[in-house]
DNA sequence: TAGATTGTTAATCGATTAACAATC
DNA sequence: TAGATTGTTAATCGATTAACAATC
């Protein structure tokens, strides 16, 4: 179901491992600024309400990262990282649906994701067109193909509504993005080739009501 | 570590399963717009990308709500998986952070989630303060434990930045509110009577990157 | 009746946790 | 050396999938 083990320079990692890498990543962030030079896996545990077994195990199916006795290294640790997460180098974004869930993740993205950077942004809505949005300027669908291939776009982010997703999701299929980062609340339907991530807020917010008492 | 089994109507529901639920009720949702009446575990999994026998499965933790032959009556299975989420009331909801992600949110809430409303906003910066987004007007922290109070809020969202999402989280807690979906880039740490869902829009990125390409 | 599809049990698969030798 | 902590194997736990009797 995966078309062959590529160069099997990892064995099979499971999803629930890759989800936790940038959890990880993150909070090695936070202690590289405290100046922490180490951490062991029962600290990532206890900040991270994770089993320091399953962190341990979730880094060595990459490398032997630690030292016996001591901990991992945090500098080191995060360079890894990002090796793995292949944020070591820029990835081009496109992101189409300039609401303001859009402009939320536009924002949330000029600062934050380290080597992920949008480059590019587009909208249905022909009022919306040419506006700025965190000095990139809003450019029509019919542009969207080209200005994807130019900027080598890889990872493409959909905040529109359900009913334009799966035409925008298309188009980013067409123009050759890797990966999507669907925000709209429907199922999108891609080639095995796309990789499909589903930030899906309402569900996450109807679960929770679950959990409620009565 | 659950402190007893409650009422024991349900035996022992998985999150996975719960995490389902409102992704079934979103499809139905749509099948009865479109005035179908019957759906099989097969149509669904199909549309849903997911094991029809794992759809039946979820749904007889809750009850025998298909007909053995001819599957599930749409309308029925709607009410009864709005009843298991307890969206069958209203569940009122506060958000703190008005940035460009709490706008986002309160306007998708305005329309779409039956029954969870946001009933109040605040924001710590007080020149947003006295604002109105979607026909509310934005509150000072200093009235948040007062405001939820009087709405019986049930359910809070965090959308502002990971320095002060912590401390948002607690006041939320100290107020009595029994669920929380946070925004922030950070892991809040509360009691374990108030269940916690954490939508992390940078991890659901980053980890999207591992699988591209070399 | 024949065909379809559920609810459920059993089988499989996968992920988490515990335990501990190795070693800093 | 004694104490700490990794990497990894084995044990446990849980979730998914297959299979099929029941039945519409």
Chains 1, 2 share one sequence.
Do not use: C, W
Not at 105 to 119: C, F, P, Q, T
Request: glycine content about 8%; proline content about 4%.
């Amino acid at each position: 179901m995966d078309g062959g083990n590529r160069r099997m320079k990892t064995p099979k990692i499971s999803e629930a491992v890759v989800r936790r890498l940038p959890i990880y990543l993150r909070f090695l962030n936070e202690l590289n600024v405290k100046n922490v030079h180490t951490v062991s896996s029962q600290d990532l545990g206890q900040k991270l309400d994770l089993n320091p077994a399953q962190i341990r195990k979730d880094l060595a199916y990459f490398g032997e990262f630690g030292k016996k006795g001591i901990g991992y290294d945090v500098g080191y640790l995060i360079e890894k990282i990002r090796q793995i997460l292949k944020l070591d180098k820029l990835i081009p974004v496109a992101l189409v649906g300039t609401g303001n869930l859009g402009r939320a993740l536009s924002n949330y993205n000029a600062y934050m994701h380290d080597n992920m950077k949008i480059v590019a942004v587009f909208d249905a809505d022909e009022r919306k067109i040419g506006g700025s949005l965190n000095n990139l300027t809003v450019q029509p669908m019919r542009e969207l193909g080209e200005a994807i291939r130019k900027h080598q776009v890889r990872i493409g982010i959909i905040t529109v509504p359900a009913a334009e997703a799966q035409n925008v999701a298309n188009q980013f299929v067409e123009a050759g993005v890797e990966g999507i980062l669907n925000f709209a609340p429907i199922i999108i339907k891609v080639p095995l080739t796309v990789r499909v991530h589903h930030a899906d807020l309402t569900a996450e917010l109807q679960s929770l009501a679950y959990y409620l008492e009565k």
